[in-house]
């Protein structure tokens, strides 16, 4: 099968080494089914997102030897496709309405990471509240045991996963979306219109992605992102979490280890063979012609 795969990287900070391993894999792994490689820029949290970091992402890409498909899809430029998700969740009674704590809708702007605790299961407060009841600043929140009833002939929903440590078919269930997850944030107006979970999902069924590669601390994540797959009616894509790139200590890369940003290795001359050497990836396979959908300049196309 040929692979359509994506890196979806924020631009809030430098890439470091954890990134040009995803990305380089996800690169690799299309290559070497002759499929296709695509890069989306996850810019939703507009407070966090520069535009100086989404030009070093083209640059440091590029410089590793990866080649994607113009356009590239931004997300800051999609709230239409987002709203119209919500709009059909609303309409279905499957989200209402919140005006709890900030730091739960803060978190679900960005993608979790390891290391970084995740916002205790919310308790439900402001369930049942009607969308009429809306308020400026008021999050939308997934009522999951309504979006569970909703599918109960399609349960326990199922997804693969291709990666060494998780590999196999993982049950989506009722139990463990209600106890790890709760009802999750899906939109709020004034931090961004859509959260991390409902954007990524909608956008990898848009670009038709077929393998979504990923670090392995968005593993979790998969399991309330099937549901919302199941509930817009869109394709699940198979799913291959990778290990994560840590430090010396054990701990994970995070983008203020700037001592790890491509661009300070770039700096100290190092080439892109090295950054392969570094995370643990043989050398760049020599490409076989058209074996990737041609990619031209690394700068992005205005859409
Ligand atoms: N934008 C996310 C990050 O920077 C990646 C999300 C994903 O690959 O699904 O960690």
Redesign the pocket.
């Given at each position: 099968m040929s692979l359509v795969t994506?890196?979806?990287?924020?631009p809030?900070g430098p890439l470091h080494l954890g990134?040009a391993y995803?990305a380089l894999l996800a690169h690799d792994m299309a290559r070497a089914t002759g499929g296709r490689f695509l890069l989306?820029i996850?810019d939703i949290d507009t407070a966090r997102s520069r535009p100086e970091w989404e030009a070093q992402i083209y640059d440091d890409l590029s410089w590793l030897g990866l080649r994607w498909e113009e356009p590239v899809l931004r997300q800051s430029e999609r709230s239409r496709v987002y709203d119209a998700a919500l709009s059909d969740l609303a309409a279905r009674g499957l989200i209402y309405p919140c005006s709890c704590r900030r730091g739960d809708i803060r978190a679900a702007v960005?993608?979790?990471?390891e290391g970084v605790a995740a916002p205790p299961v919310y308790p439900g407060t402001c369930r049942g509240r009607a969308m009429a009841t809306r308020k400026p600043g008021d999050a939308l929140r997934l009522d999951l045991a309504r979006g569970l009833a909703s599918l109960t002939d399609r349960l326990p929903l199922r997804f693969e996963e291709t990666g060494a440590a998780m590999q196999g078919s993982h049950a989506v269930t009722a139990e463990i979306l209600l106890r790890e997850t709760g009802d999750p944030v899906l939109g709020r107006k004034d931090v961004a219109e859509v959260s991390?979970l409902l954007a990524?999902v909608i956008d990898?069924a848009d670009q038709a992605v077929t393998t979504?590669?990923?670090?392995a601390?968005?593993f979790e994540?998969t399991f309330p992102?099937v549901l919302l797959q199941a509930l817009l009616d869109l394709p699940m894509p198979i799913y291959h979490h990778h290990r994560l790139i840590r430090d010396a200590a054990g701990k994970r890369l995070a983008k203020r280890d700037d001592a790890r940003a491509i661009a300070t290795y770039r700096a100290e001359s190092a080439g892109p063979e090295d950054i392969r050497a570094m995370v643990g990836l043989p050398p760049a396979p020599i490409q076989a012609s058209g074996a990737i959908s041609s990619a031209s300049s690394p700068s992005r196309t205005a859409r």
């Open positions: 994506r890196f979806a990287p924020s809030t990134h995803s989306r996850e960005s993608a979790p990471q991390y990524a990898d979504v590669i990923r670090g601390d968005l994540t992102q």
